[in-house]
């Protein structure tokens, strides 16, 4: 805008000016903060620790009363400083052992006497055995009648993968090292190919595809105990595709702890559409603890599904503003409240 025609469109009133720039400085510092927090985003520390020496400084002039509470204390252990300490290997692993003597000439003392053995020096190490890989031979043993020609032919085991190479114990191992020791398909494609065997990832891709098809029923069975569950966590977060790199698809989570125990099911999405969550959670009634994502918000609508927030996000927007302003304010009381809390946990 022409500098000239912006003072001329400037009100005459005094009292109208006065106020045009508190709400033009008003604006400025609000976009110096975005300016500030979008900085540190980008290339700050991801980290969200906090300096809680800093959380006890406020400026004397701002005017944040904060509520009264009553006084308590939280009993924090002292820090002890620990002691290395050898500890005895489980006793339930199998034990091979190495015995070392003196040879026979050793034995005699330089006065001329017998030495007798007294004791035994003794350690633990822990050995490694690489994974053998054995060929299992399927014999199935025929029979037939001289009579009348009758064939009888022995049955076996049913097989997961019926006339596939791949074994239940191989099957696992590839599952559990690709999803919960989070191992690529083409490393152990080379990890096989080290110990001799030539096993294609695309013909391994294919048994993870058929076994999940297998396991379908298992996962039925884990929603409907999470859905029978009266307190369900949910989250959604984006997972690349490398046949989809240019789309953006998603993970939903759900959680529930039953039996003592946390039942989690993974489900994907080619989208953040609410209406995973809403066919997940039909038949779900009681608490729903999730972030501040609206696709969650139709669930709660009718009562039957109550809305919890998460304490981590709710944090997050506190410690944005920490950085954001340099003066210590409303946001570093909530932080200390908050890092109390979590103290107490």
Known sequence: MNTDKFIKELPEDVNVLKQTIVNYHNEIKMLQEQIKLLQ?????????????????????????????????????????????????LPKTLPRKQINYDLRDEDKKCACGDELRKFGEDKYEQLEYIPAQINVIEHIKSKYSCKSCETVKTATMPKQPLPKSIASPSLLAQIITSKY???????????????????????????????????????????????VSSNYVKADETTVNVLSEEAVTNYMWVFMANMHNKPIVVFEYHSS??????????????????????????????????????CLAHARRKFFEITKAVKSAGAAHIGLKYINDLYKIE
């Open 40 to 88: 540190h985003r980008k290339f700050g520390k991801k980290s969200e620790q906090t300096n809680s020496p800093q959380l006890e400084l406020f400026d004397e002039p701002q005017e944040i009363v904060a509520p009264k509470m009553e006084e308590s204390s939280v009993e924090v252990k002292s820090h002890k400083r620990k002691v290395t300490r050898n500890k005895s």
């Open 180 to 226: 919960v020791d989070h191992l690529p398909l083409y490393r152990q494609e080379s990890i096989f190919s080290r110990i001799g065997i030539d096993l294609q990832r695309s013909t391994v891709a294919s048994w993870i595809f058929k076994c999940a098809n297998l396991l379908s029923p298992l996962v039925e069975i884990l929603k409907k105990e999470i």
């Open 272 to 309: 953040r559409c609410a209406k995973a969550a809403e066919d997940f959670l039909k038949d779900f009634a009681g608490y729903l603890q999730t972030d501040g994502y609206s696709g969650y918000t139709q669930l709660k609508k009718d009562n039957v599904i109550v809305g919890l927030g």
